[in-house]
C-alpha cells in the first residue's frame, strides 16, 4: 500500500472515509459562519414564530450548512450532479413527494388509531388555545426538523458510505446512528431507540427505492406530524404545543411507547415493517442495495469523478 492509496480510491477519488470527514469539517466551520453572520436578534425572531423555545433557530442553521457541504462536496470533490445523494429534480417529483409523505404517515397513524381503538392510548384535556395556530407552528417547525436528520443520515454521508462499503452495510451503519441521535430525548430506553433506528432502516429503504432524498424527508415529516398535530401526542419523550387536548398513554408501555409517545412502542415497529414490507414488495433486492437500478445519472456516477458540476 502506497501513501496516495491511503487517500485516494483505484477510481481516482478521495476516498469515501476521508470524504466523509471532509464533508462534516464544512459542516462545522459553514455552521459558524453563518452563526456569526446573521444578528442573533433575528434568530429569536425565527424561534419565535416556528417553535418558541424548540430551538428552530439552531435547527435552520444546521440545515443550512449541511445544504452548503453537500454543495460544495458534490461540486468541487466529488464532481457529481445532486442524483448521487438523490437531490436531482427528478426525485423531487410531485407523485414521489406524495408516496414519501404516505409511507411516512400510514405506518404511525393506524397503530395508533388502533392503540386508541382498544383503549390503549387516551384524550385527556388541556389548556384552550387556537387549533389551527398550533397546527400551522407545528407544521413548519416538524418540517424544518425533519431536512437536517435526513440530510445528515442519509444524505451525502449515506452515498459516500455506499461507495465505500457497499448500500447494506451503509443503510445498517446509518440507521444505527439514526437511533443512537435519540439516545439522550427525554424517556429514551432500548425499545424506543431500537423502534427509531428500525425506522431509519424504513427511511434508508424509502431512499433506496424511490431514488429520492425528498421522499424520505416527507415521510419523516409525515411521521412526525401525525404525532404532533392530529394526536397531540409525544414525539420521541417531547411534546409541542398541543391546544384543548392530548393523547396519553393507557396501555402497556411496549405496544405504547409509554411516555416517549407511540413511535417508541411495537405497534409503531409493526407499521414500519408493514412498509418495509409494501417497499420489498415493490422493488426486491434493491430496496437493500443488492441489485441497483441503472440509469445515467448511475452510470455517471459509478465511473468516477467528470468535470462538470452538479445539476
Same mark, same amino acid.
Given at each position: 500500500?502506497?501513501?496516495?492509496?491511503?487517500?485516494?480510491?483505484?477510481?481516482?477519488?478521495?476516498r469515501a472515509g476521508w470524504r466523509i470527514l471532509l464533508f462534516f469539517i464544512l459542516v462545522?466551520?459553514?455552521?459558524?459562519?453563518?452563526?456569526?453572520?446573521?444578528?442573533?436578534?433575528?434568530?429569536?425572531?425565527?424561534?419565535?414564530?416556528?417553535?418558541?423555545?424548540?430551538?428552530?433557530?439552531?435547527?435552520?442553521?444546521?440545515?443550512?450548512?449541511?445544504?452548503?457541504?453537500?454543495?460544495?462536496?458534490?461540486?468541487?470533490?466529488?464532481?457529481?450532479?445532486?442524483? /448521487?445523494?438523490?437531490?436531482?429534480?427528478?426525485?423531487?417529483?410531485?407523485?414521489?413527494?406524495?408516496?414519501?409523505?404516505?409511507?411516512?404517515?400510514?405506518?404511525?397513524?393506524?397503530?395508533?388509531?388502533?392503540?386508541?381503538?382498544?383503549?390503549?392510548?387516551?384524550?385527556?384535556?388541556?389548556?384552550?388555545?387556537?387549533?389551527?395556530?398550533?397546527?400551522?407552528?407545528?407544521?413548519?417547525?416538524?418540517?424544518?426538523?425533519?431536512?437536517?436528520?435526513?440530510?445528515?443520515?442519509?444524505?451525502?454521508?449515506?452515498?459516500?458510505?455506499?461507495?465505500?462499503?457497499?448500500?447494506?452495510?451503509?443503510?445498517?451503519i446509518t440507521s444505527i446512528g439514526f437511533g443512537l441521535l435519540h439516545l439522550f430525548n427525554?424517556?429514551?430506553?432500548?425499545?424506543?431507540?431500537?423502534?427509531?433506528?428500525?425506522?431509519?432502516?424504513?427511511?434508508?429503504?424509502?431512499?433506496?427505492?424511490?431514488?429520492?432524498?425528498?421522499?424520505?424527508?416527507?415521510?419523516?415529516?409525515?411521521?412526525?406530524?401525525?404525532?404532533?398535530?392530529?394526536?397531540?401526542?409525544?414525539?420521541?419523550?417531547?411534546t409541542l404545543p398541543h391546544p384543548d387536548y392530548q393523547i396519553v398513554d393507557a396501555g402497556?408501555?411496549?405496544?405504547?411507547?409509554?411516555?416517549?409517545?407511540?413511535?417508541?412502542?411495537?405497534?409503531?415497529?409493526?407499521?414500519?415493517?408493514?412498509?418495509?414490507? /409494501?417497499? /420489498?414488495?415493490?422493488?426486491?433486492?434493491?430496496?437493500?442495495?443488492?441489485?441497483?437500478?441503472?440509469?445515467?445519472?448511475?452510470?455517471?456516477?459509478?465511473?468516477?469523478?467528470?468535470?462538470?458540476?452538479?445539476?
Amino acid at each position: 500500500m502506497t501513501a496516495r492509496s491511503v487517500f485516494i480510491a483505484a477510481d481516482g477519488r478521495i476516498r469515501a472515509g476521508w470524504r466523509i470527514l471532509l464533508f462534516f469539517i464544512l459542516v462545522l466551520i459553514v455552521g459558524r459562519i453563518i452563526g456569526a453572520v446573521i444578528p442573533k436578534s433575528a434568530w429569536r425572531g425565527i424561534d419565535g414564530v416556528l417553535g418558541r423555545d424548540a430551538g428552530a433557530s439552531s435547527t435552520l442553521v444546521l440545515t443550512l450548512a449541511l445544504v452548503a457541504a453537500h454543495a460544495i462536496m458534490l461540486r468541487w470533490v466529488d464532481r457529481v450532479p445532486w442524483s /448521487y445523494v438523490w437531490l436531482n429534480k427528478e426525485a423531487a417529483r410531485p407523485r414521489i413527494l406524495a408516496l414519501g409523505w404516505l409511507l411516512g404517515a400510514l405506518p404511525i397513524l393506524v397503530p395508533s388509531l388502533l392503540l386508541f381503538g382498544v383503549g390503549w392510548l387516551a384524550t385527556i384535556p388541556s389548556a384552550h388555545g387556537s387549533w389551527w395556530f398550533a397546527a400551522t407552528e407545528v407544521t413548519l417547525f416538524l418540517m424544518l426538523a425533519a431536512m437536517p436528520e435526513e440530510l445528515l443520515s442519509r444524505g451525502y454521508m449515506f452515498a459516500a458510505m455506499r461507495d465505500g462499503m457497499g448500500a447494506t452495510a451503509a443503510l445498517l451503519i446509518t440507521s444505527i446512528g439514526f437511533g443512537l441521535l435519540h439516545l439522550f430525548n427525554p424517556g429514551a430506553d432500548a425499545r424506543s431507540v431500537t423502534v427509531v433506528a428500525l425506522s431509519g432502516l424504513f427511511l434508508g429503504a424509502i431512499v433506496l427505492v424511490t431514488r429520492s432524498l425528498y421522499a424520505a424527508w416527507m415521510s419523516h415529516w409525515a411521521w412526525n406530524w401525525v404525532m404532533g398535530v392530529p394526536l397531540h401526542t409525544f414525539i420521541s419523550g417531547r411534546t409541542l404545543p398541543h391546544p384543548d387536548y392530548q393523547i396519553v398513554d393507557a396501555g402497556p408501555d411496549w405496544i405504547t411507547g409509554g411516555v416517549w409517545g407511540p413511535e417508541g412502542g411495537i405497534g409503531a415497529a409493526l407499521g414500519i415493517l408493514t412498509g418495509m414490507g /409494501y417497499l /420489498y414488495w415493490r422493488s426486491g433486492p434493491t430496496m437493500f442495495g443488492l441489485r441497483r437500478p441503472t440509469s445515467s445519472a448511475e452510470s455517471t456516477v459509478r465511473s468516477g469523478p467528470t468535470t462538470t458540476g452538479p445539476t
